[in-house]
């Protein structure tokens, strides 16, 4: 076993001095303790860091984003100005590649200015390499720090890192999960004593029936419900795509990632990436009840090939050496594919927006080109 980390003695203390602490707590931890958190100080993506997300897996992926924002601008009404703003955009490779699409149409490159939202000094100094010669780009902590305006955000895997509760089901109810020292003094997973009153009422139908020792995760409707309030308020829509399921119901997917593999998420905290499944059936409910209107969800496999990946993928390798070809190939199968370590059904899709820009390319929709005068 590694030595623990410096995050491990942190959290350890506060368990010894507070008792034991919720799992949201320990994950916001792991993830942003402002001294030892996973994403403050490291570059995580790419075959050197942890993890490959969909924008370095392929140029054709933030092509076809950017030019789903571009038929998101027409819907609007075409504003001259146009906040295009993207929550927890890495390396900054998907913007690159939307903003090259976008350079298709001059009147709405020129009218972007372009905020992302992120905490890490690493990875924005990375963002800040790969759009070099990207005027107008700011850098925000929050996307409250973002100015009102006709806004399109971009979020691809930023709710599968956002803190979870879980709940245990226990004979006496449903009990908060906490993260403990066991006898031998190792982290462990343990439950509050006392059931959460009434806490079975809020749950979904699927999750009611569950059997005792089964768990339940949720994420409070706040990040959900802001994005989808500024959609509305600022006349825009927002994409948001991560790996998760469509109908919300029991079960643990908290899991750690480090070095492309699984790992126990409770050793060495602060060394791997915490993350869980996404609901999106949540997340839908939460940007209703914010007052917008929702767009699938759909796979990202269905999602990709409306936009047209397919015809992408064969003009990049209609005059492509075979090497390249095979490459192209084989991206378009990671992003769309079924198969083991594919994305296609794994991960899904899901517009938020004001209302009145009608129906949205990607969503089986009949886009409506302009929805005010």
Not at 169 to 193: C, M, N, Q
Request: charged share 20%.
């Amino acid at each position: 076993m590694s030595a623990p980390t410096a995050l491990h003695g942190v959290i350890r203390k506060l368990i010894r001095s507070a008792g034991p602490m919720p799992v949201w707590r320990y994950m916001q931890l792991c993830l942003t303790h402002p001294q030892y958190g996973y994403y403050i100080s490291r570059d995580p993506l790419g075959r050197e860091g942890d993890f490959t997300t969909a924008p370095e897996v392929s140029q054709m992926f933030g092509e076809l984003i950017g030019l789903w924002a571009a038929s998101v601008w027409r819907a609007m009404g075409s504003p001259q100005q146009l906040r295009l703003i993207e929550l927890g955009p890495g390396r900054g490779t998907m913007m690159a590649d939307a903003l090259r699409a976008v350079r298709v149409l001059p009147p709405m490159y020129q009218a972007i200015s372009v905020h992302l939202v992120e905490i890490n000094p690493v990875l924005r100094e990375k963002q800040r390499q790969t759009l070099t010669g990207v005027r107008n780009v700011n850098w925000h902590y929050s996307l409250d720090e973002v100015p009102p305006g006709p806004s399109i955000v971009l979020a691809n895997e930023y709710f599968d890192v956002l803190p979870i509760h879980q709940m245990v089901k226990r004979d006496t109810g449903w009990h908060e999960r906490t993260v403990e020292i066991d006898d031998d003094g190792y982290l462990s997973f343990g439950h509050a004593p006392e059931p959460t009153p009434r806490f079975d009422i809020l749950l979904p139908a699927l999750a009611r029936a569950a059997p005792p020792g089964a768990i339940f995760e949720w994420r409070p409707d706040n990040a959900i419900m802001n994005l989808a309030r500024r959609t509305r308020d600022d006349r825009g829509a927002a994409l948001i795509i991560d790996y998760g399921h469509l109908r919300s119901d029991a079960g643990d997917t908290l899991q750690a990632i480090a070095k492309h593999s699984f790992a126990d998420p409770l050793l060495n905290p602060g060394q791997s990436d915490l993350t869980a499944h996404v609901d999106f059936q949540a997340l839908a409910r939460g940007a209703q009840d914010a007052g917008a209107r929702v767009h699938g969800p759909v796979t990202q496999g269905e999602f990709l090939k409306a936009l047209g990946i397919e015809a992408r993928a064969q003009t990049l390798t209609a005059k492509a050496t075979p090497e390249v070809a095979s490459d192209v190939a084989g991206a378009l199968q990671r992003l769309v594919g079924t198969g083991q370590g594919s994305m296609g059904t794994l991960f899904k899709v899901l517009g938020v927006a004001d209302p009145a820009l009608g129906a949205l390319v990607g969503f089986g929709e009949e886009p409506t080109e302009r929805a005010r005068p």
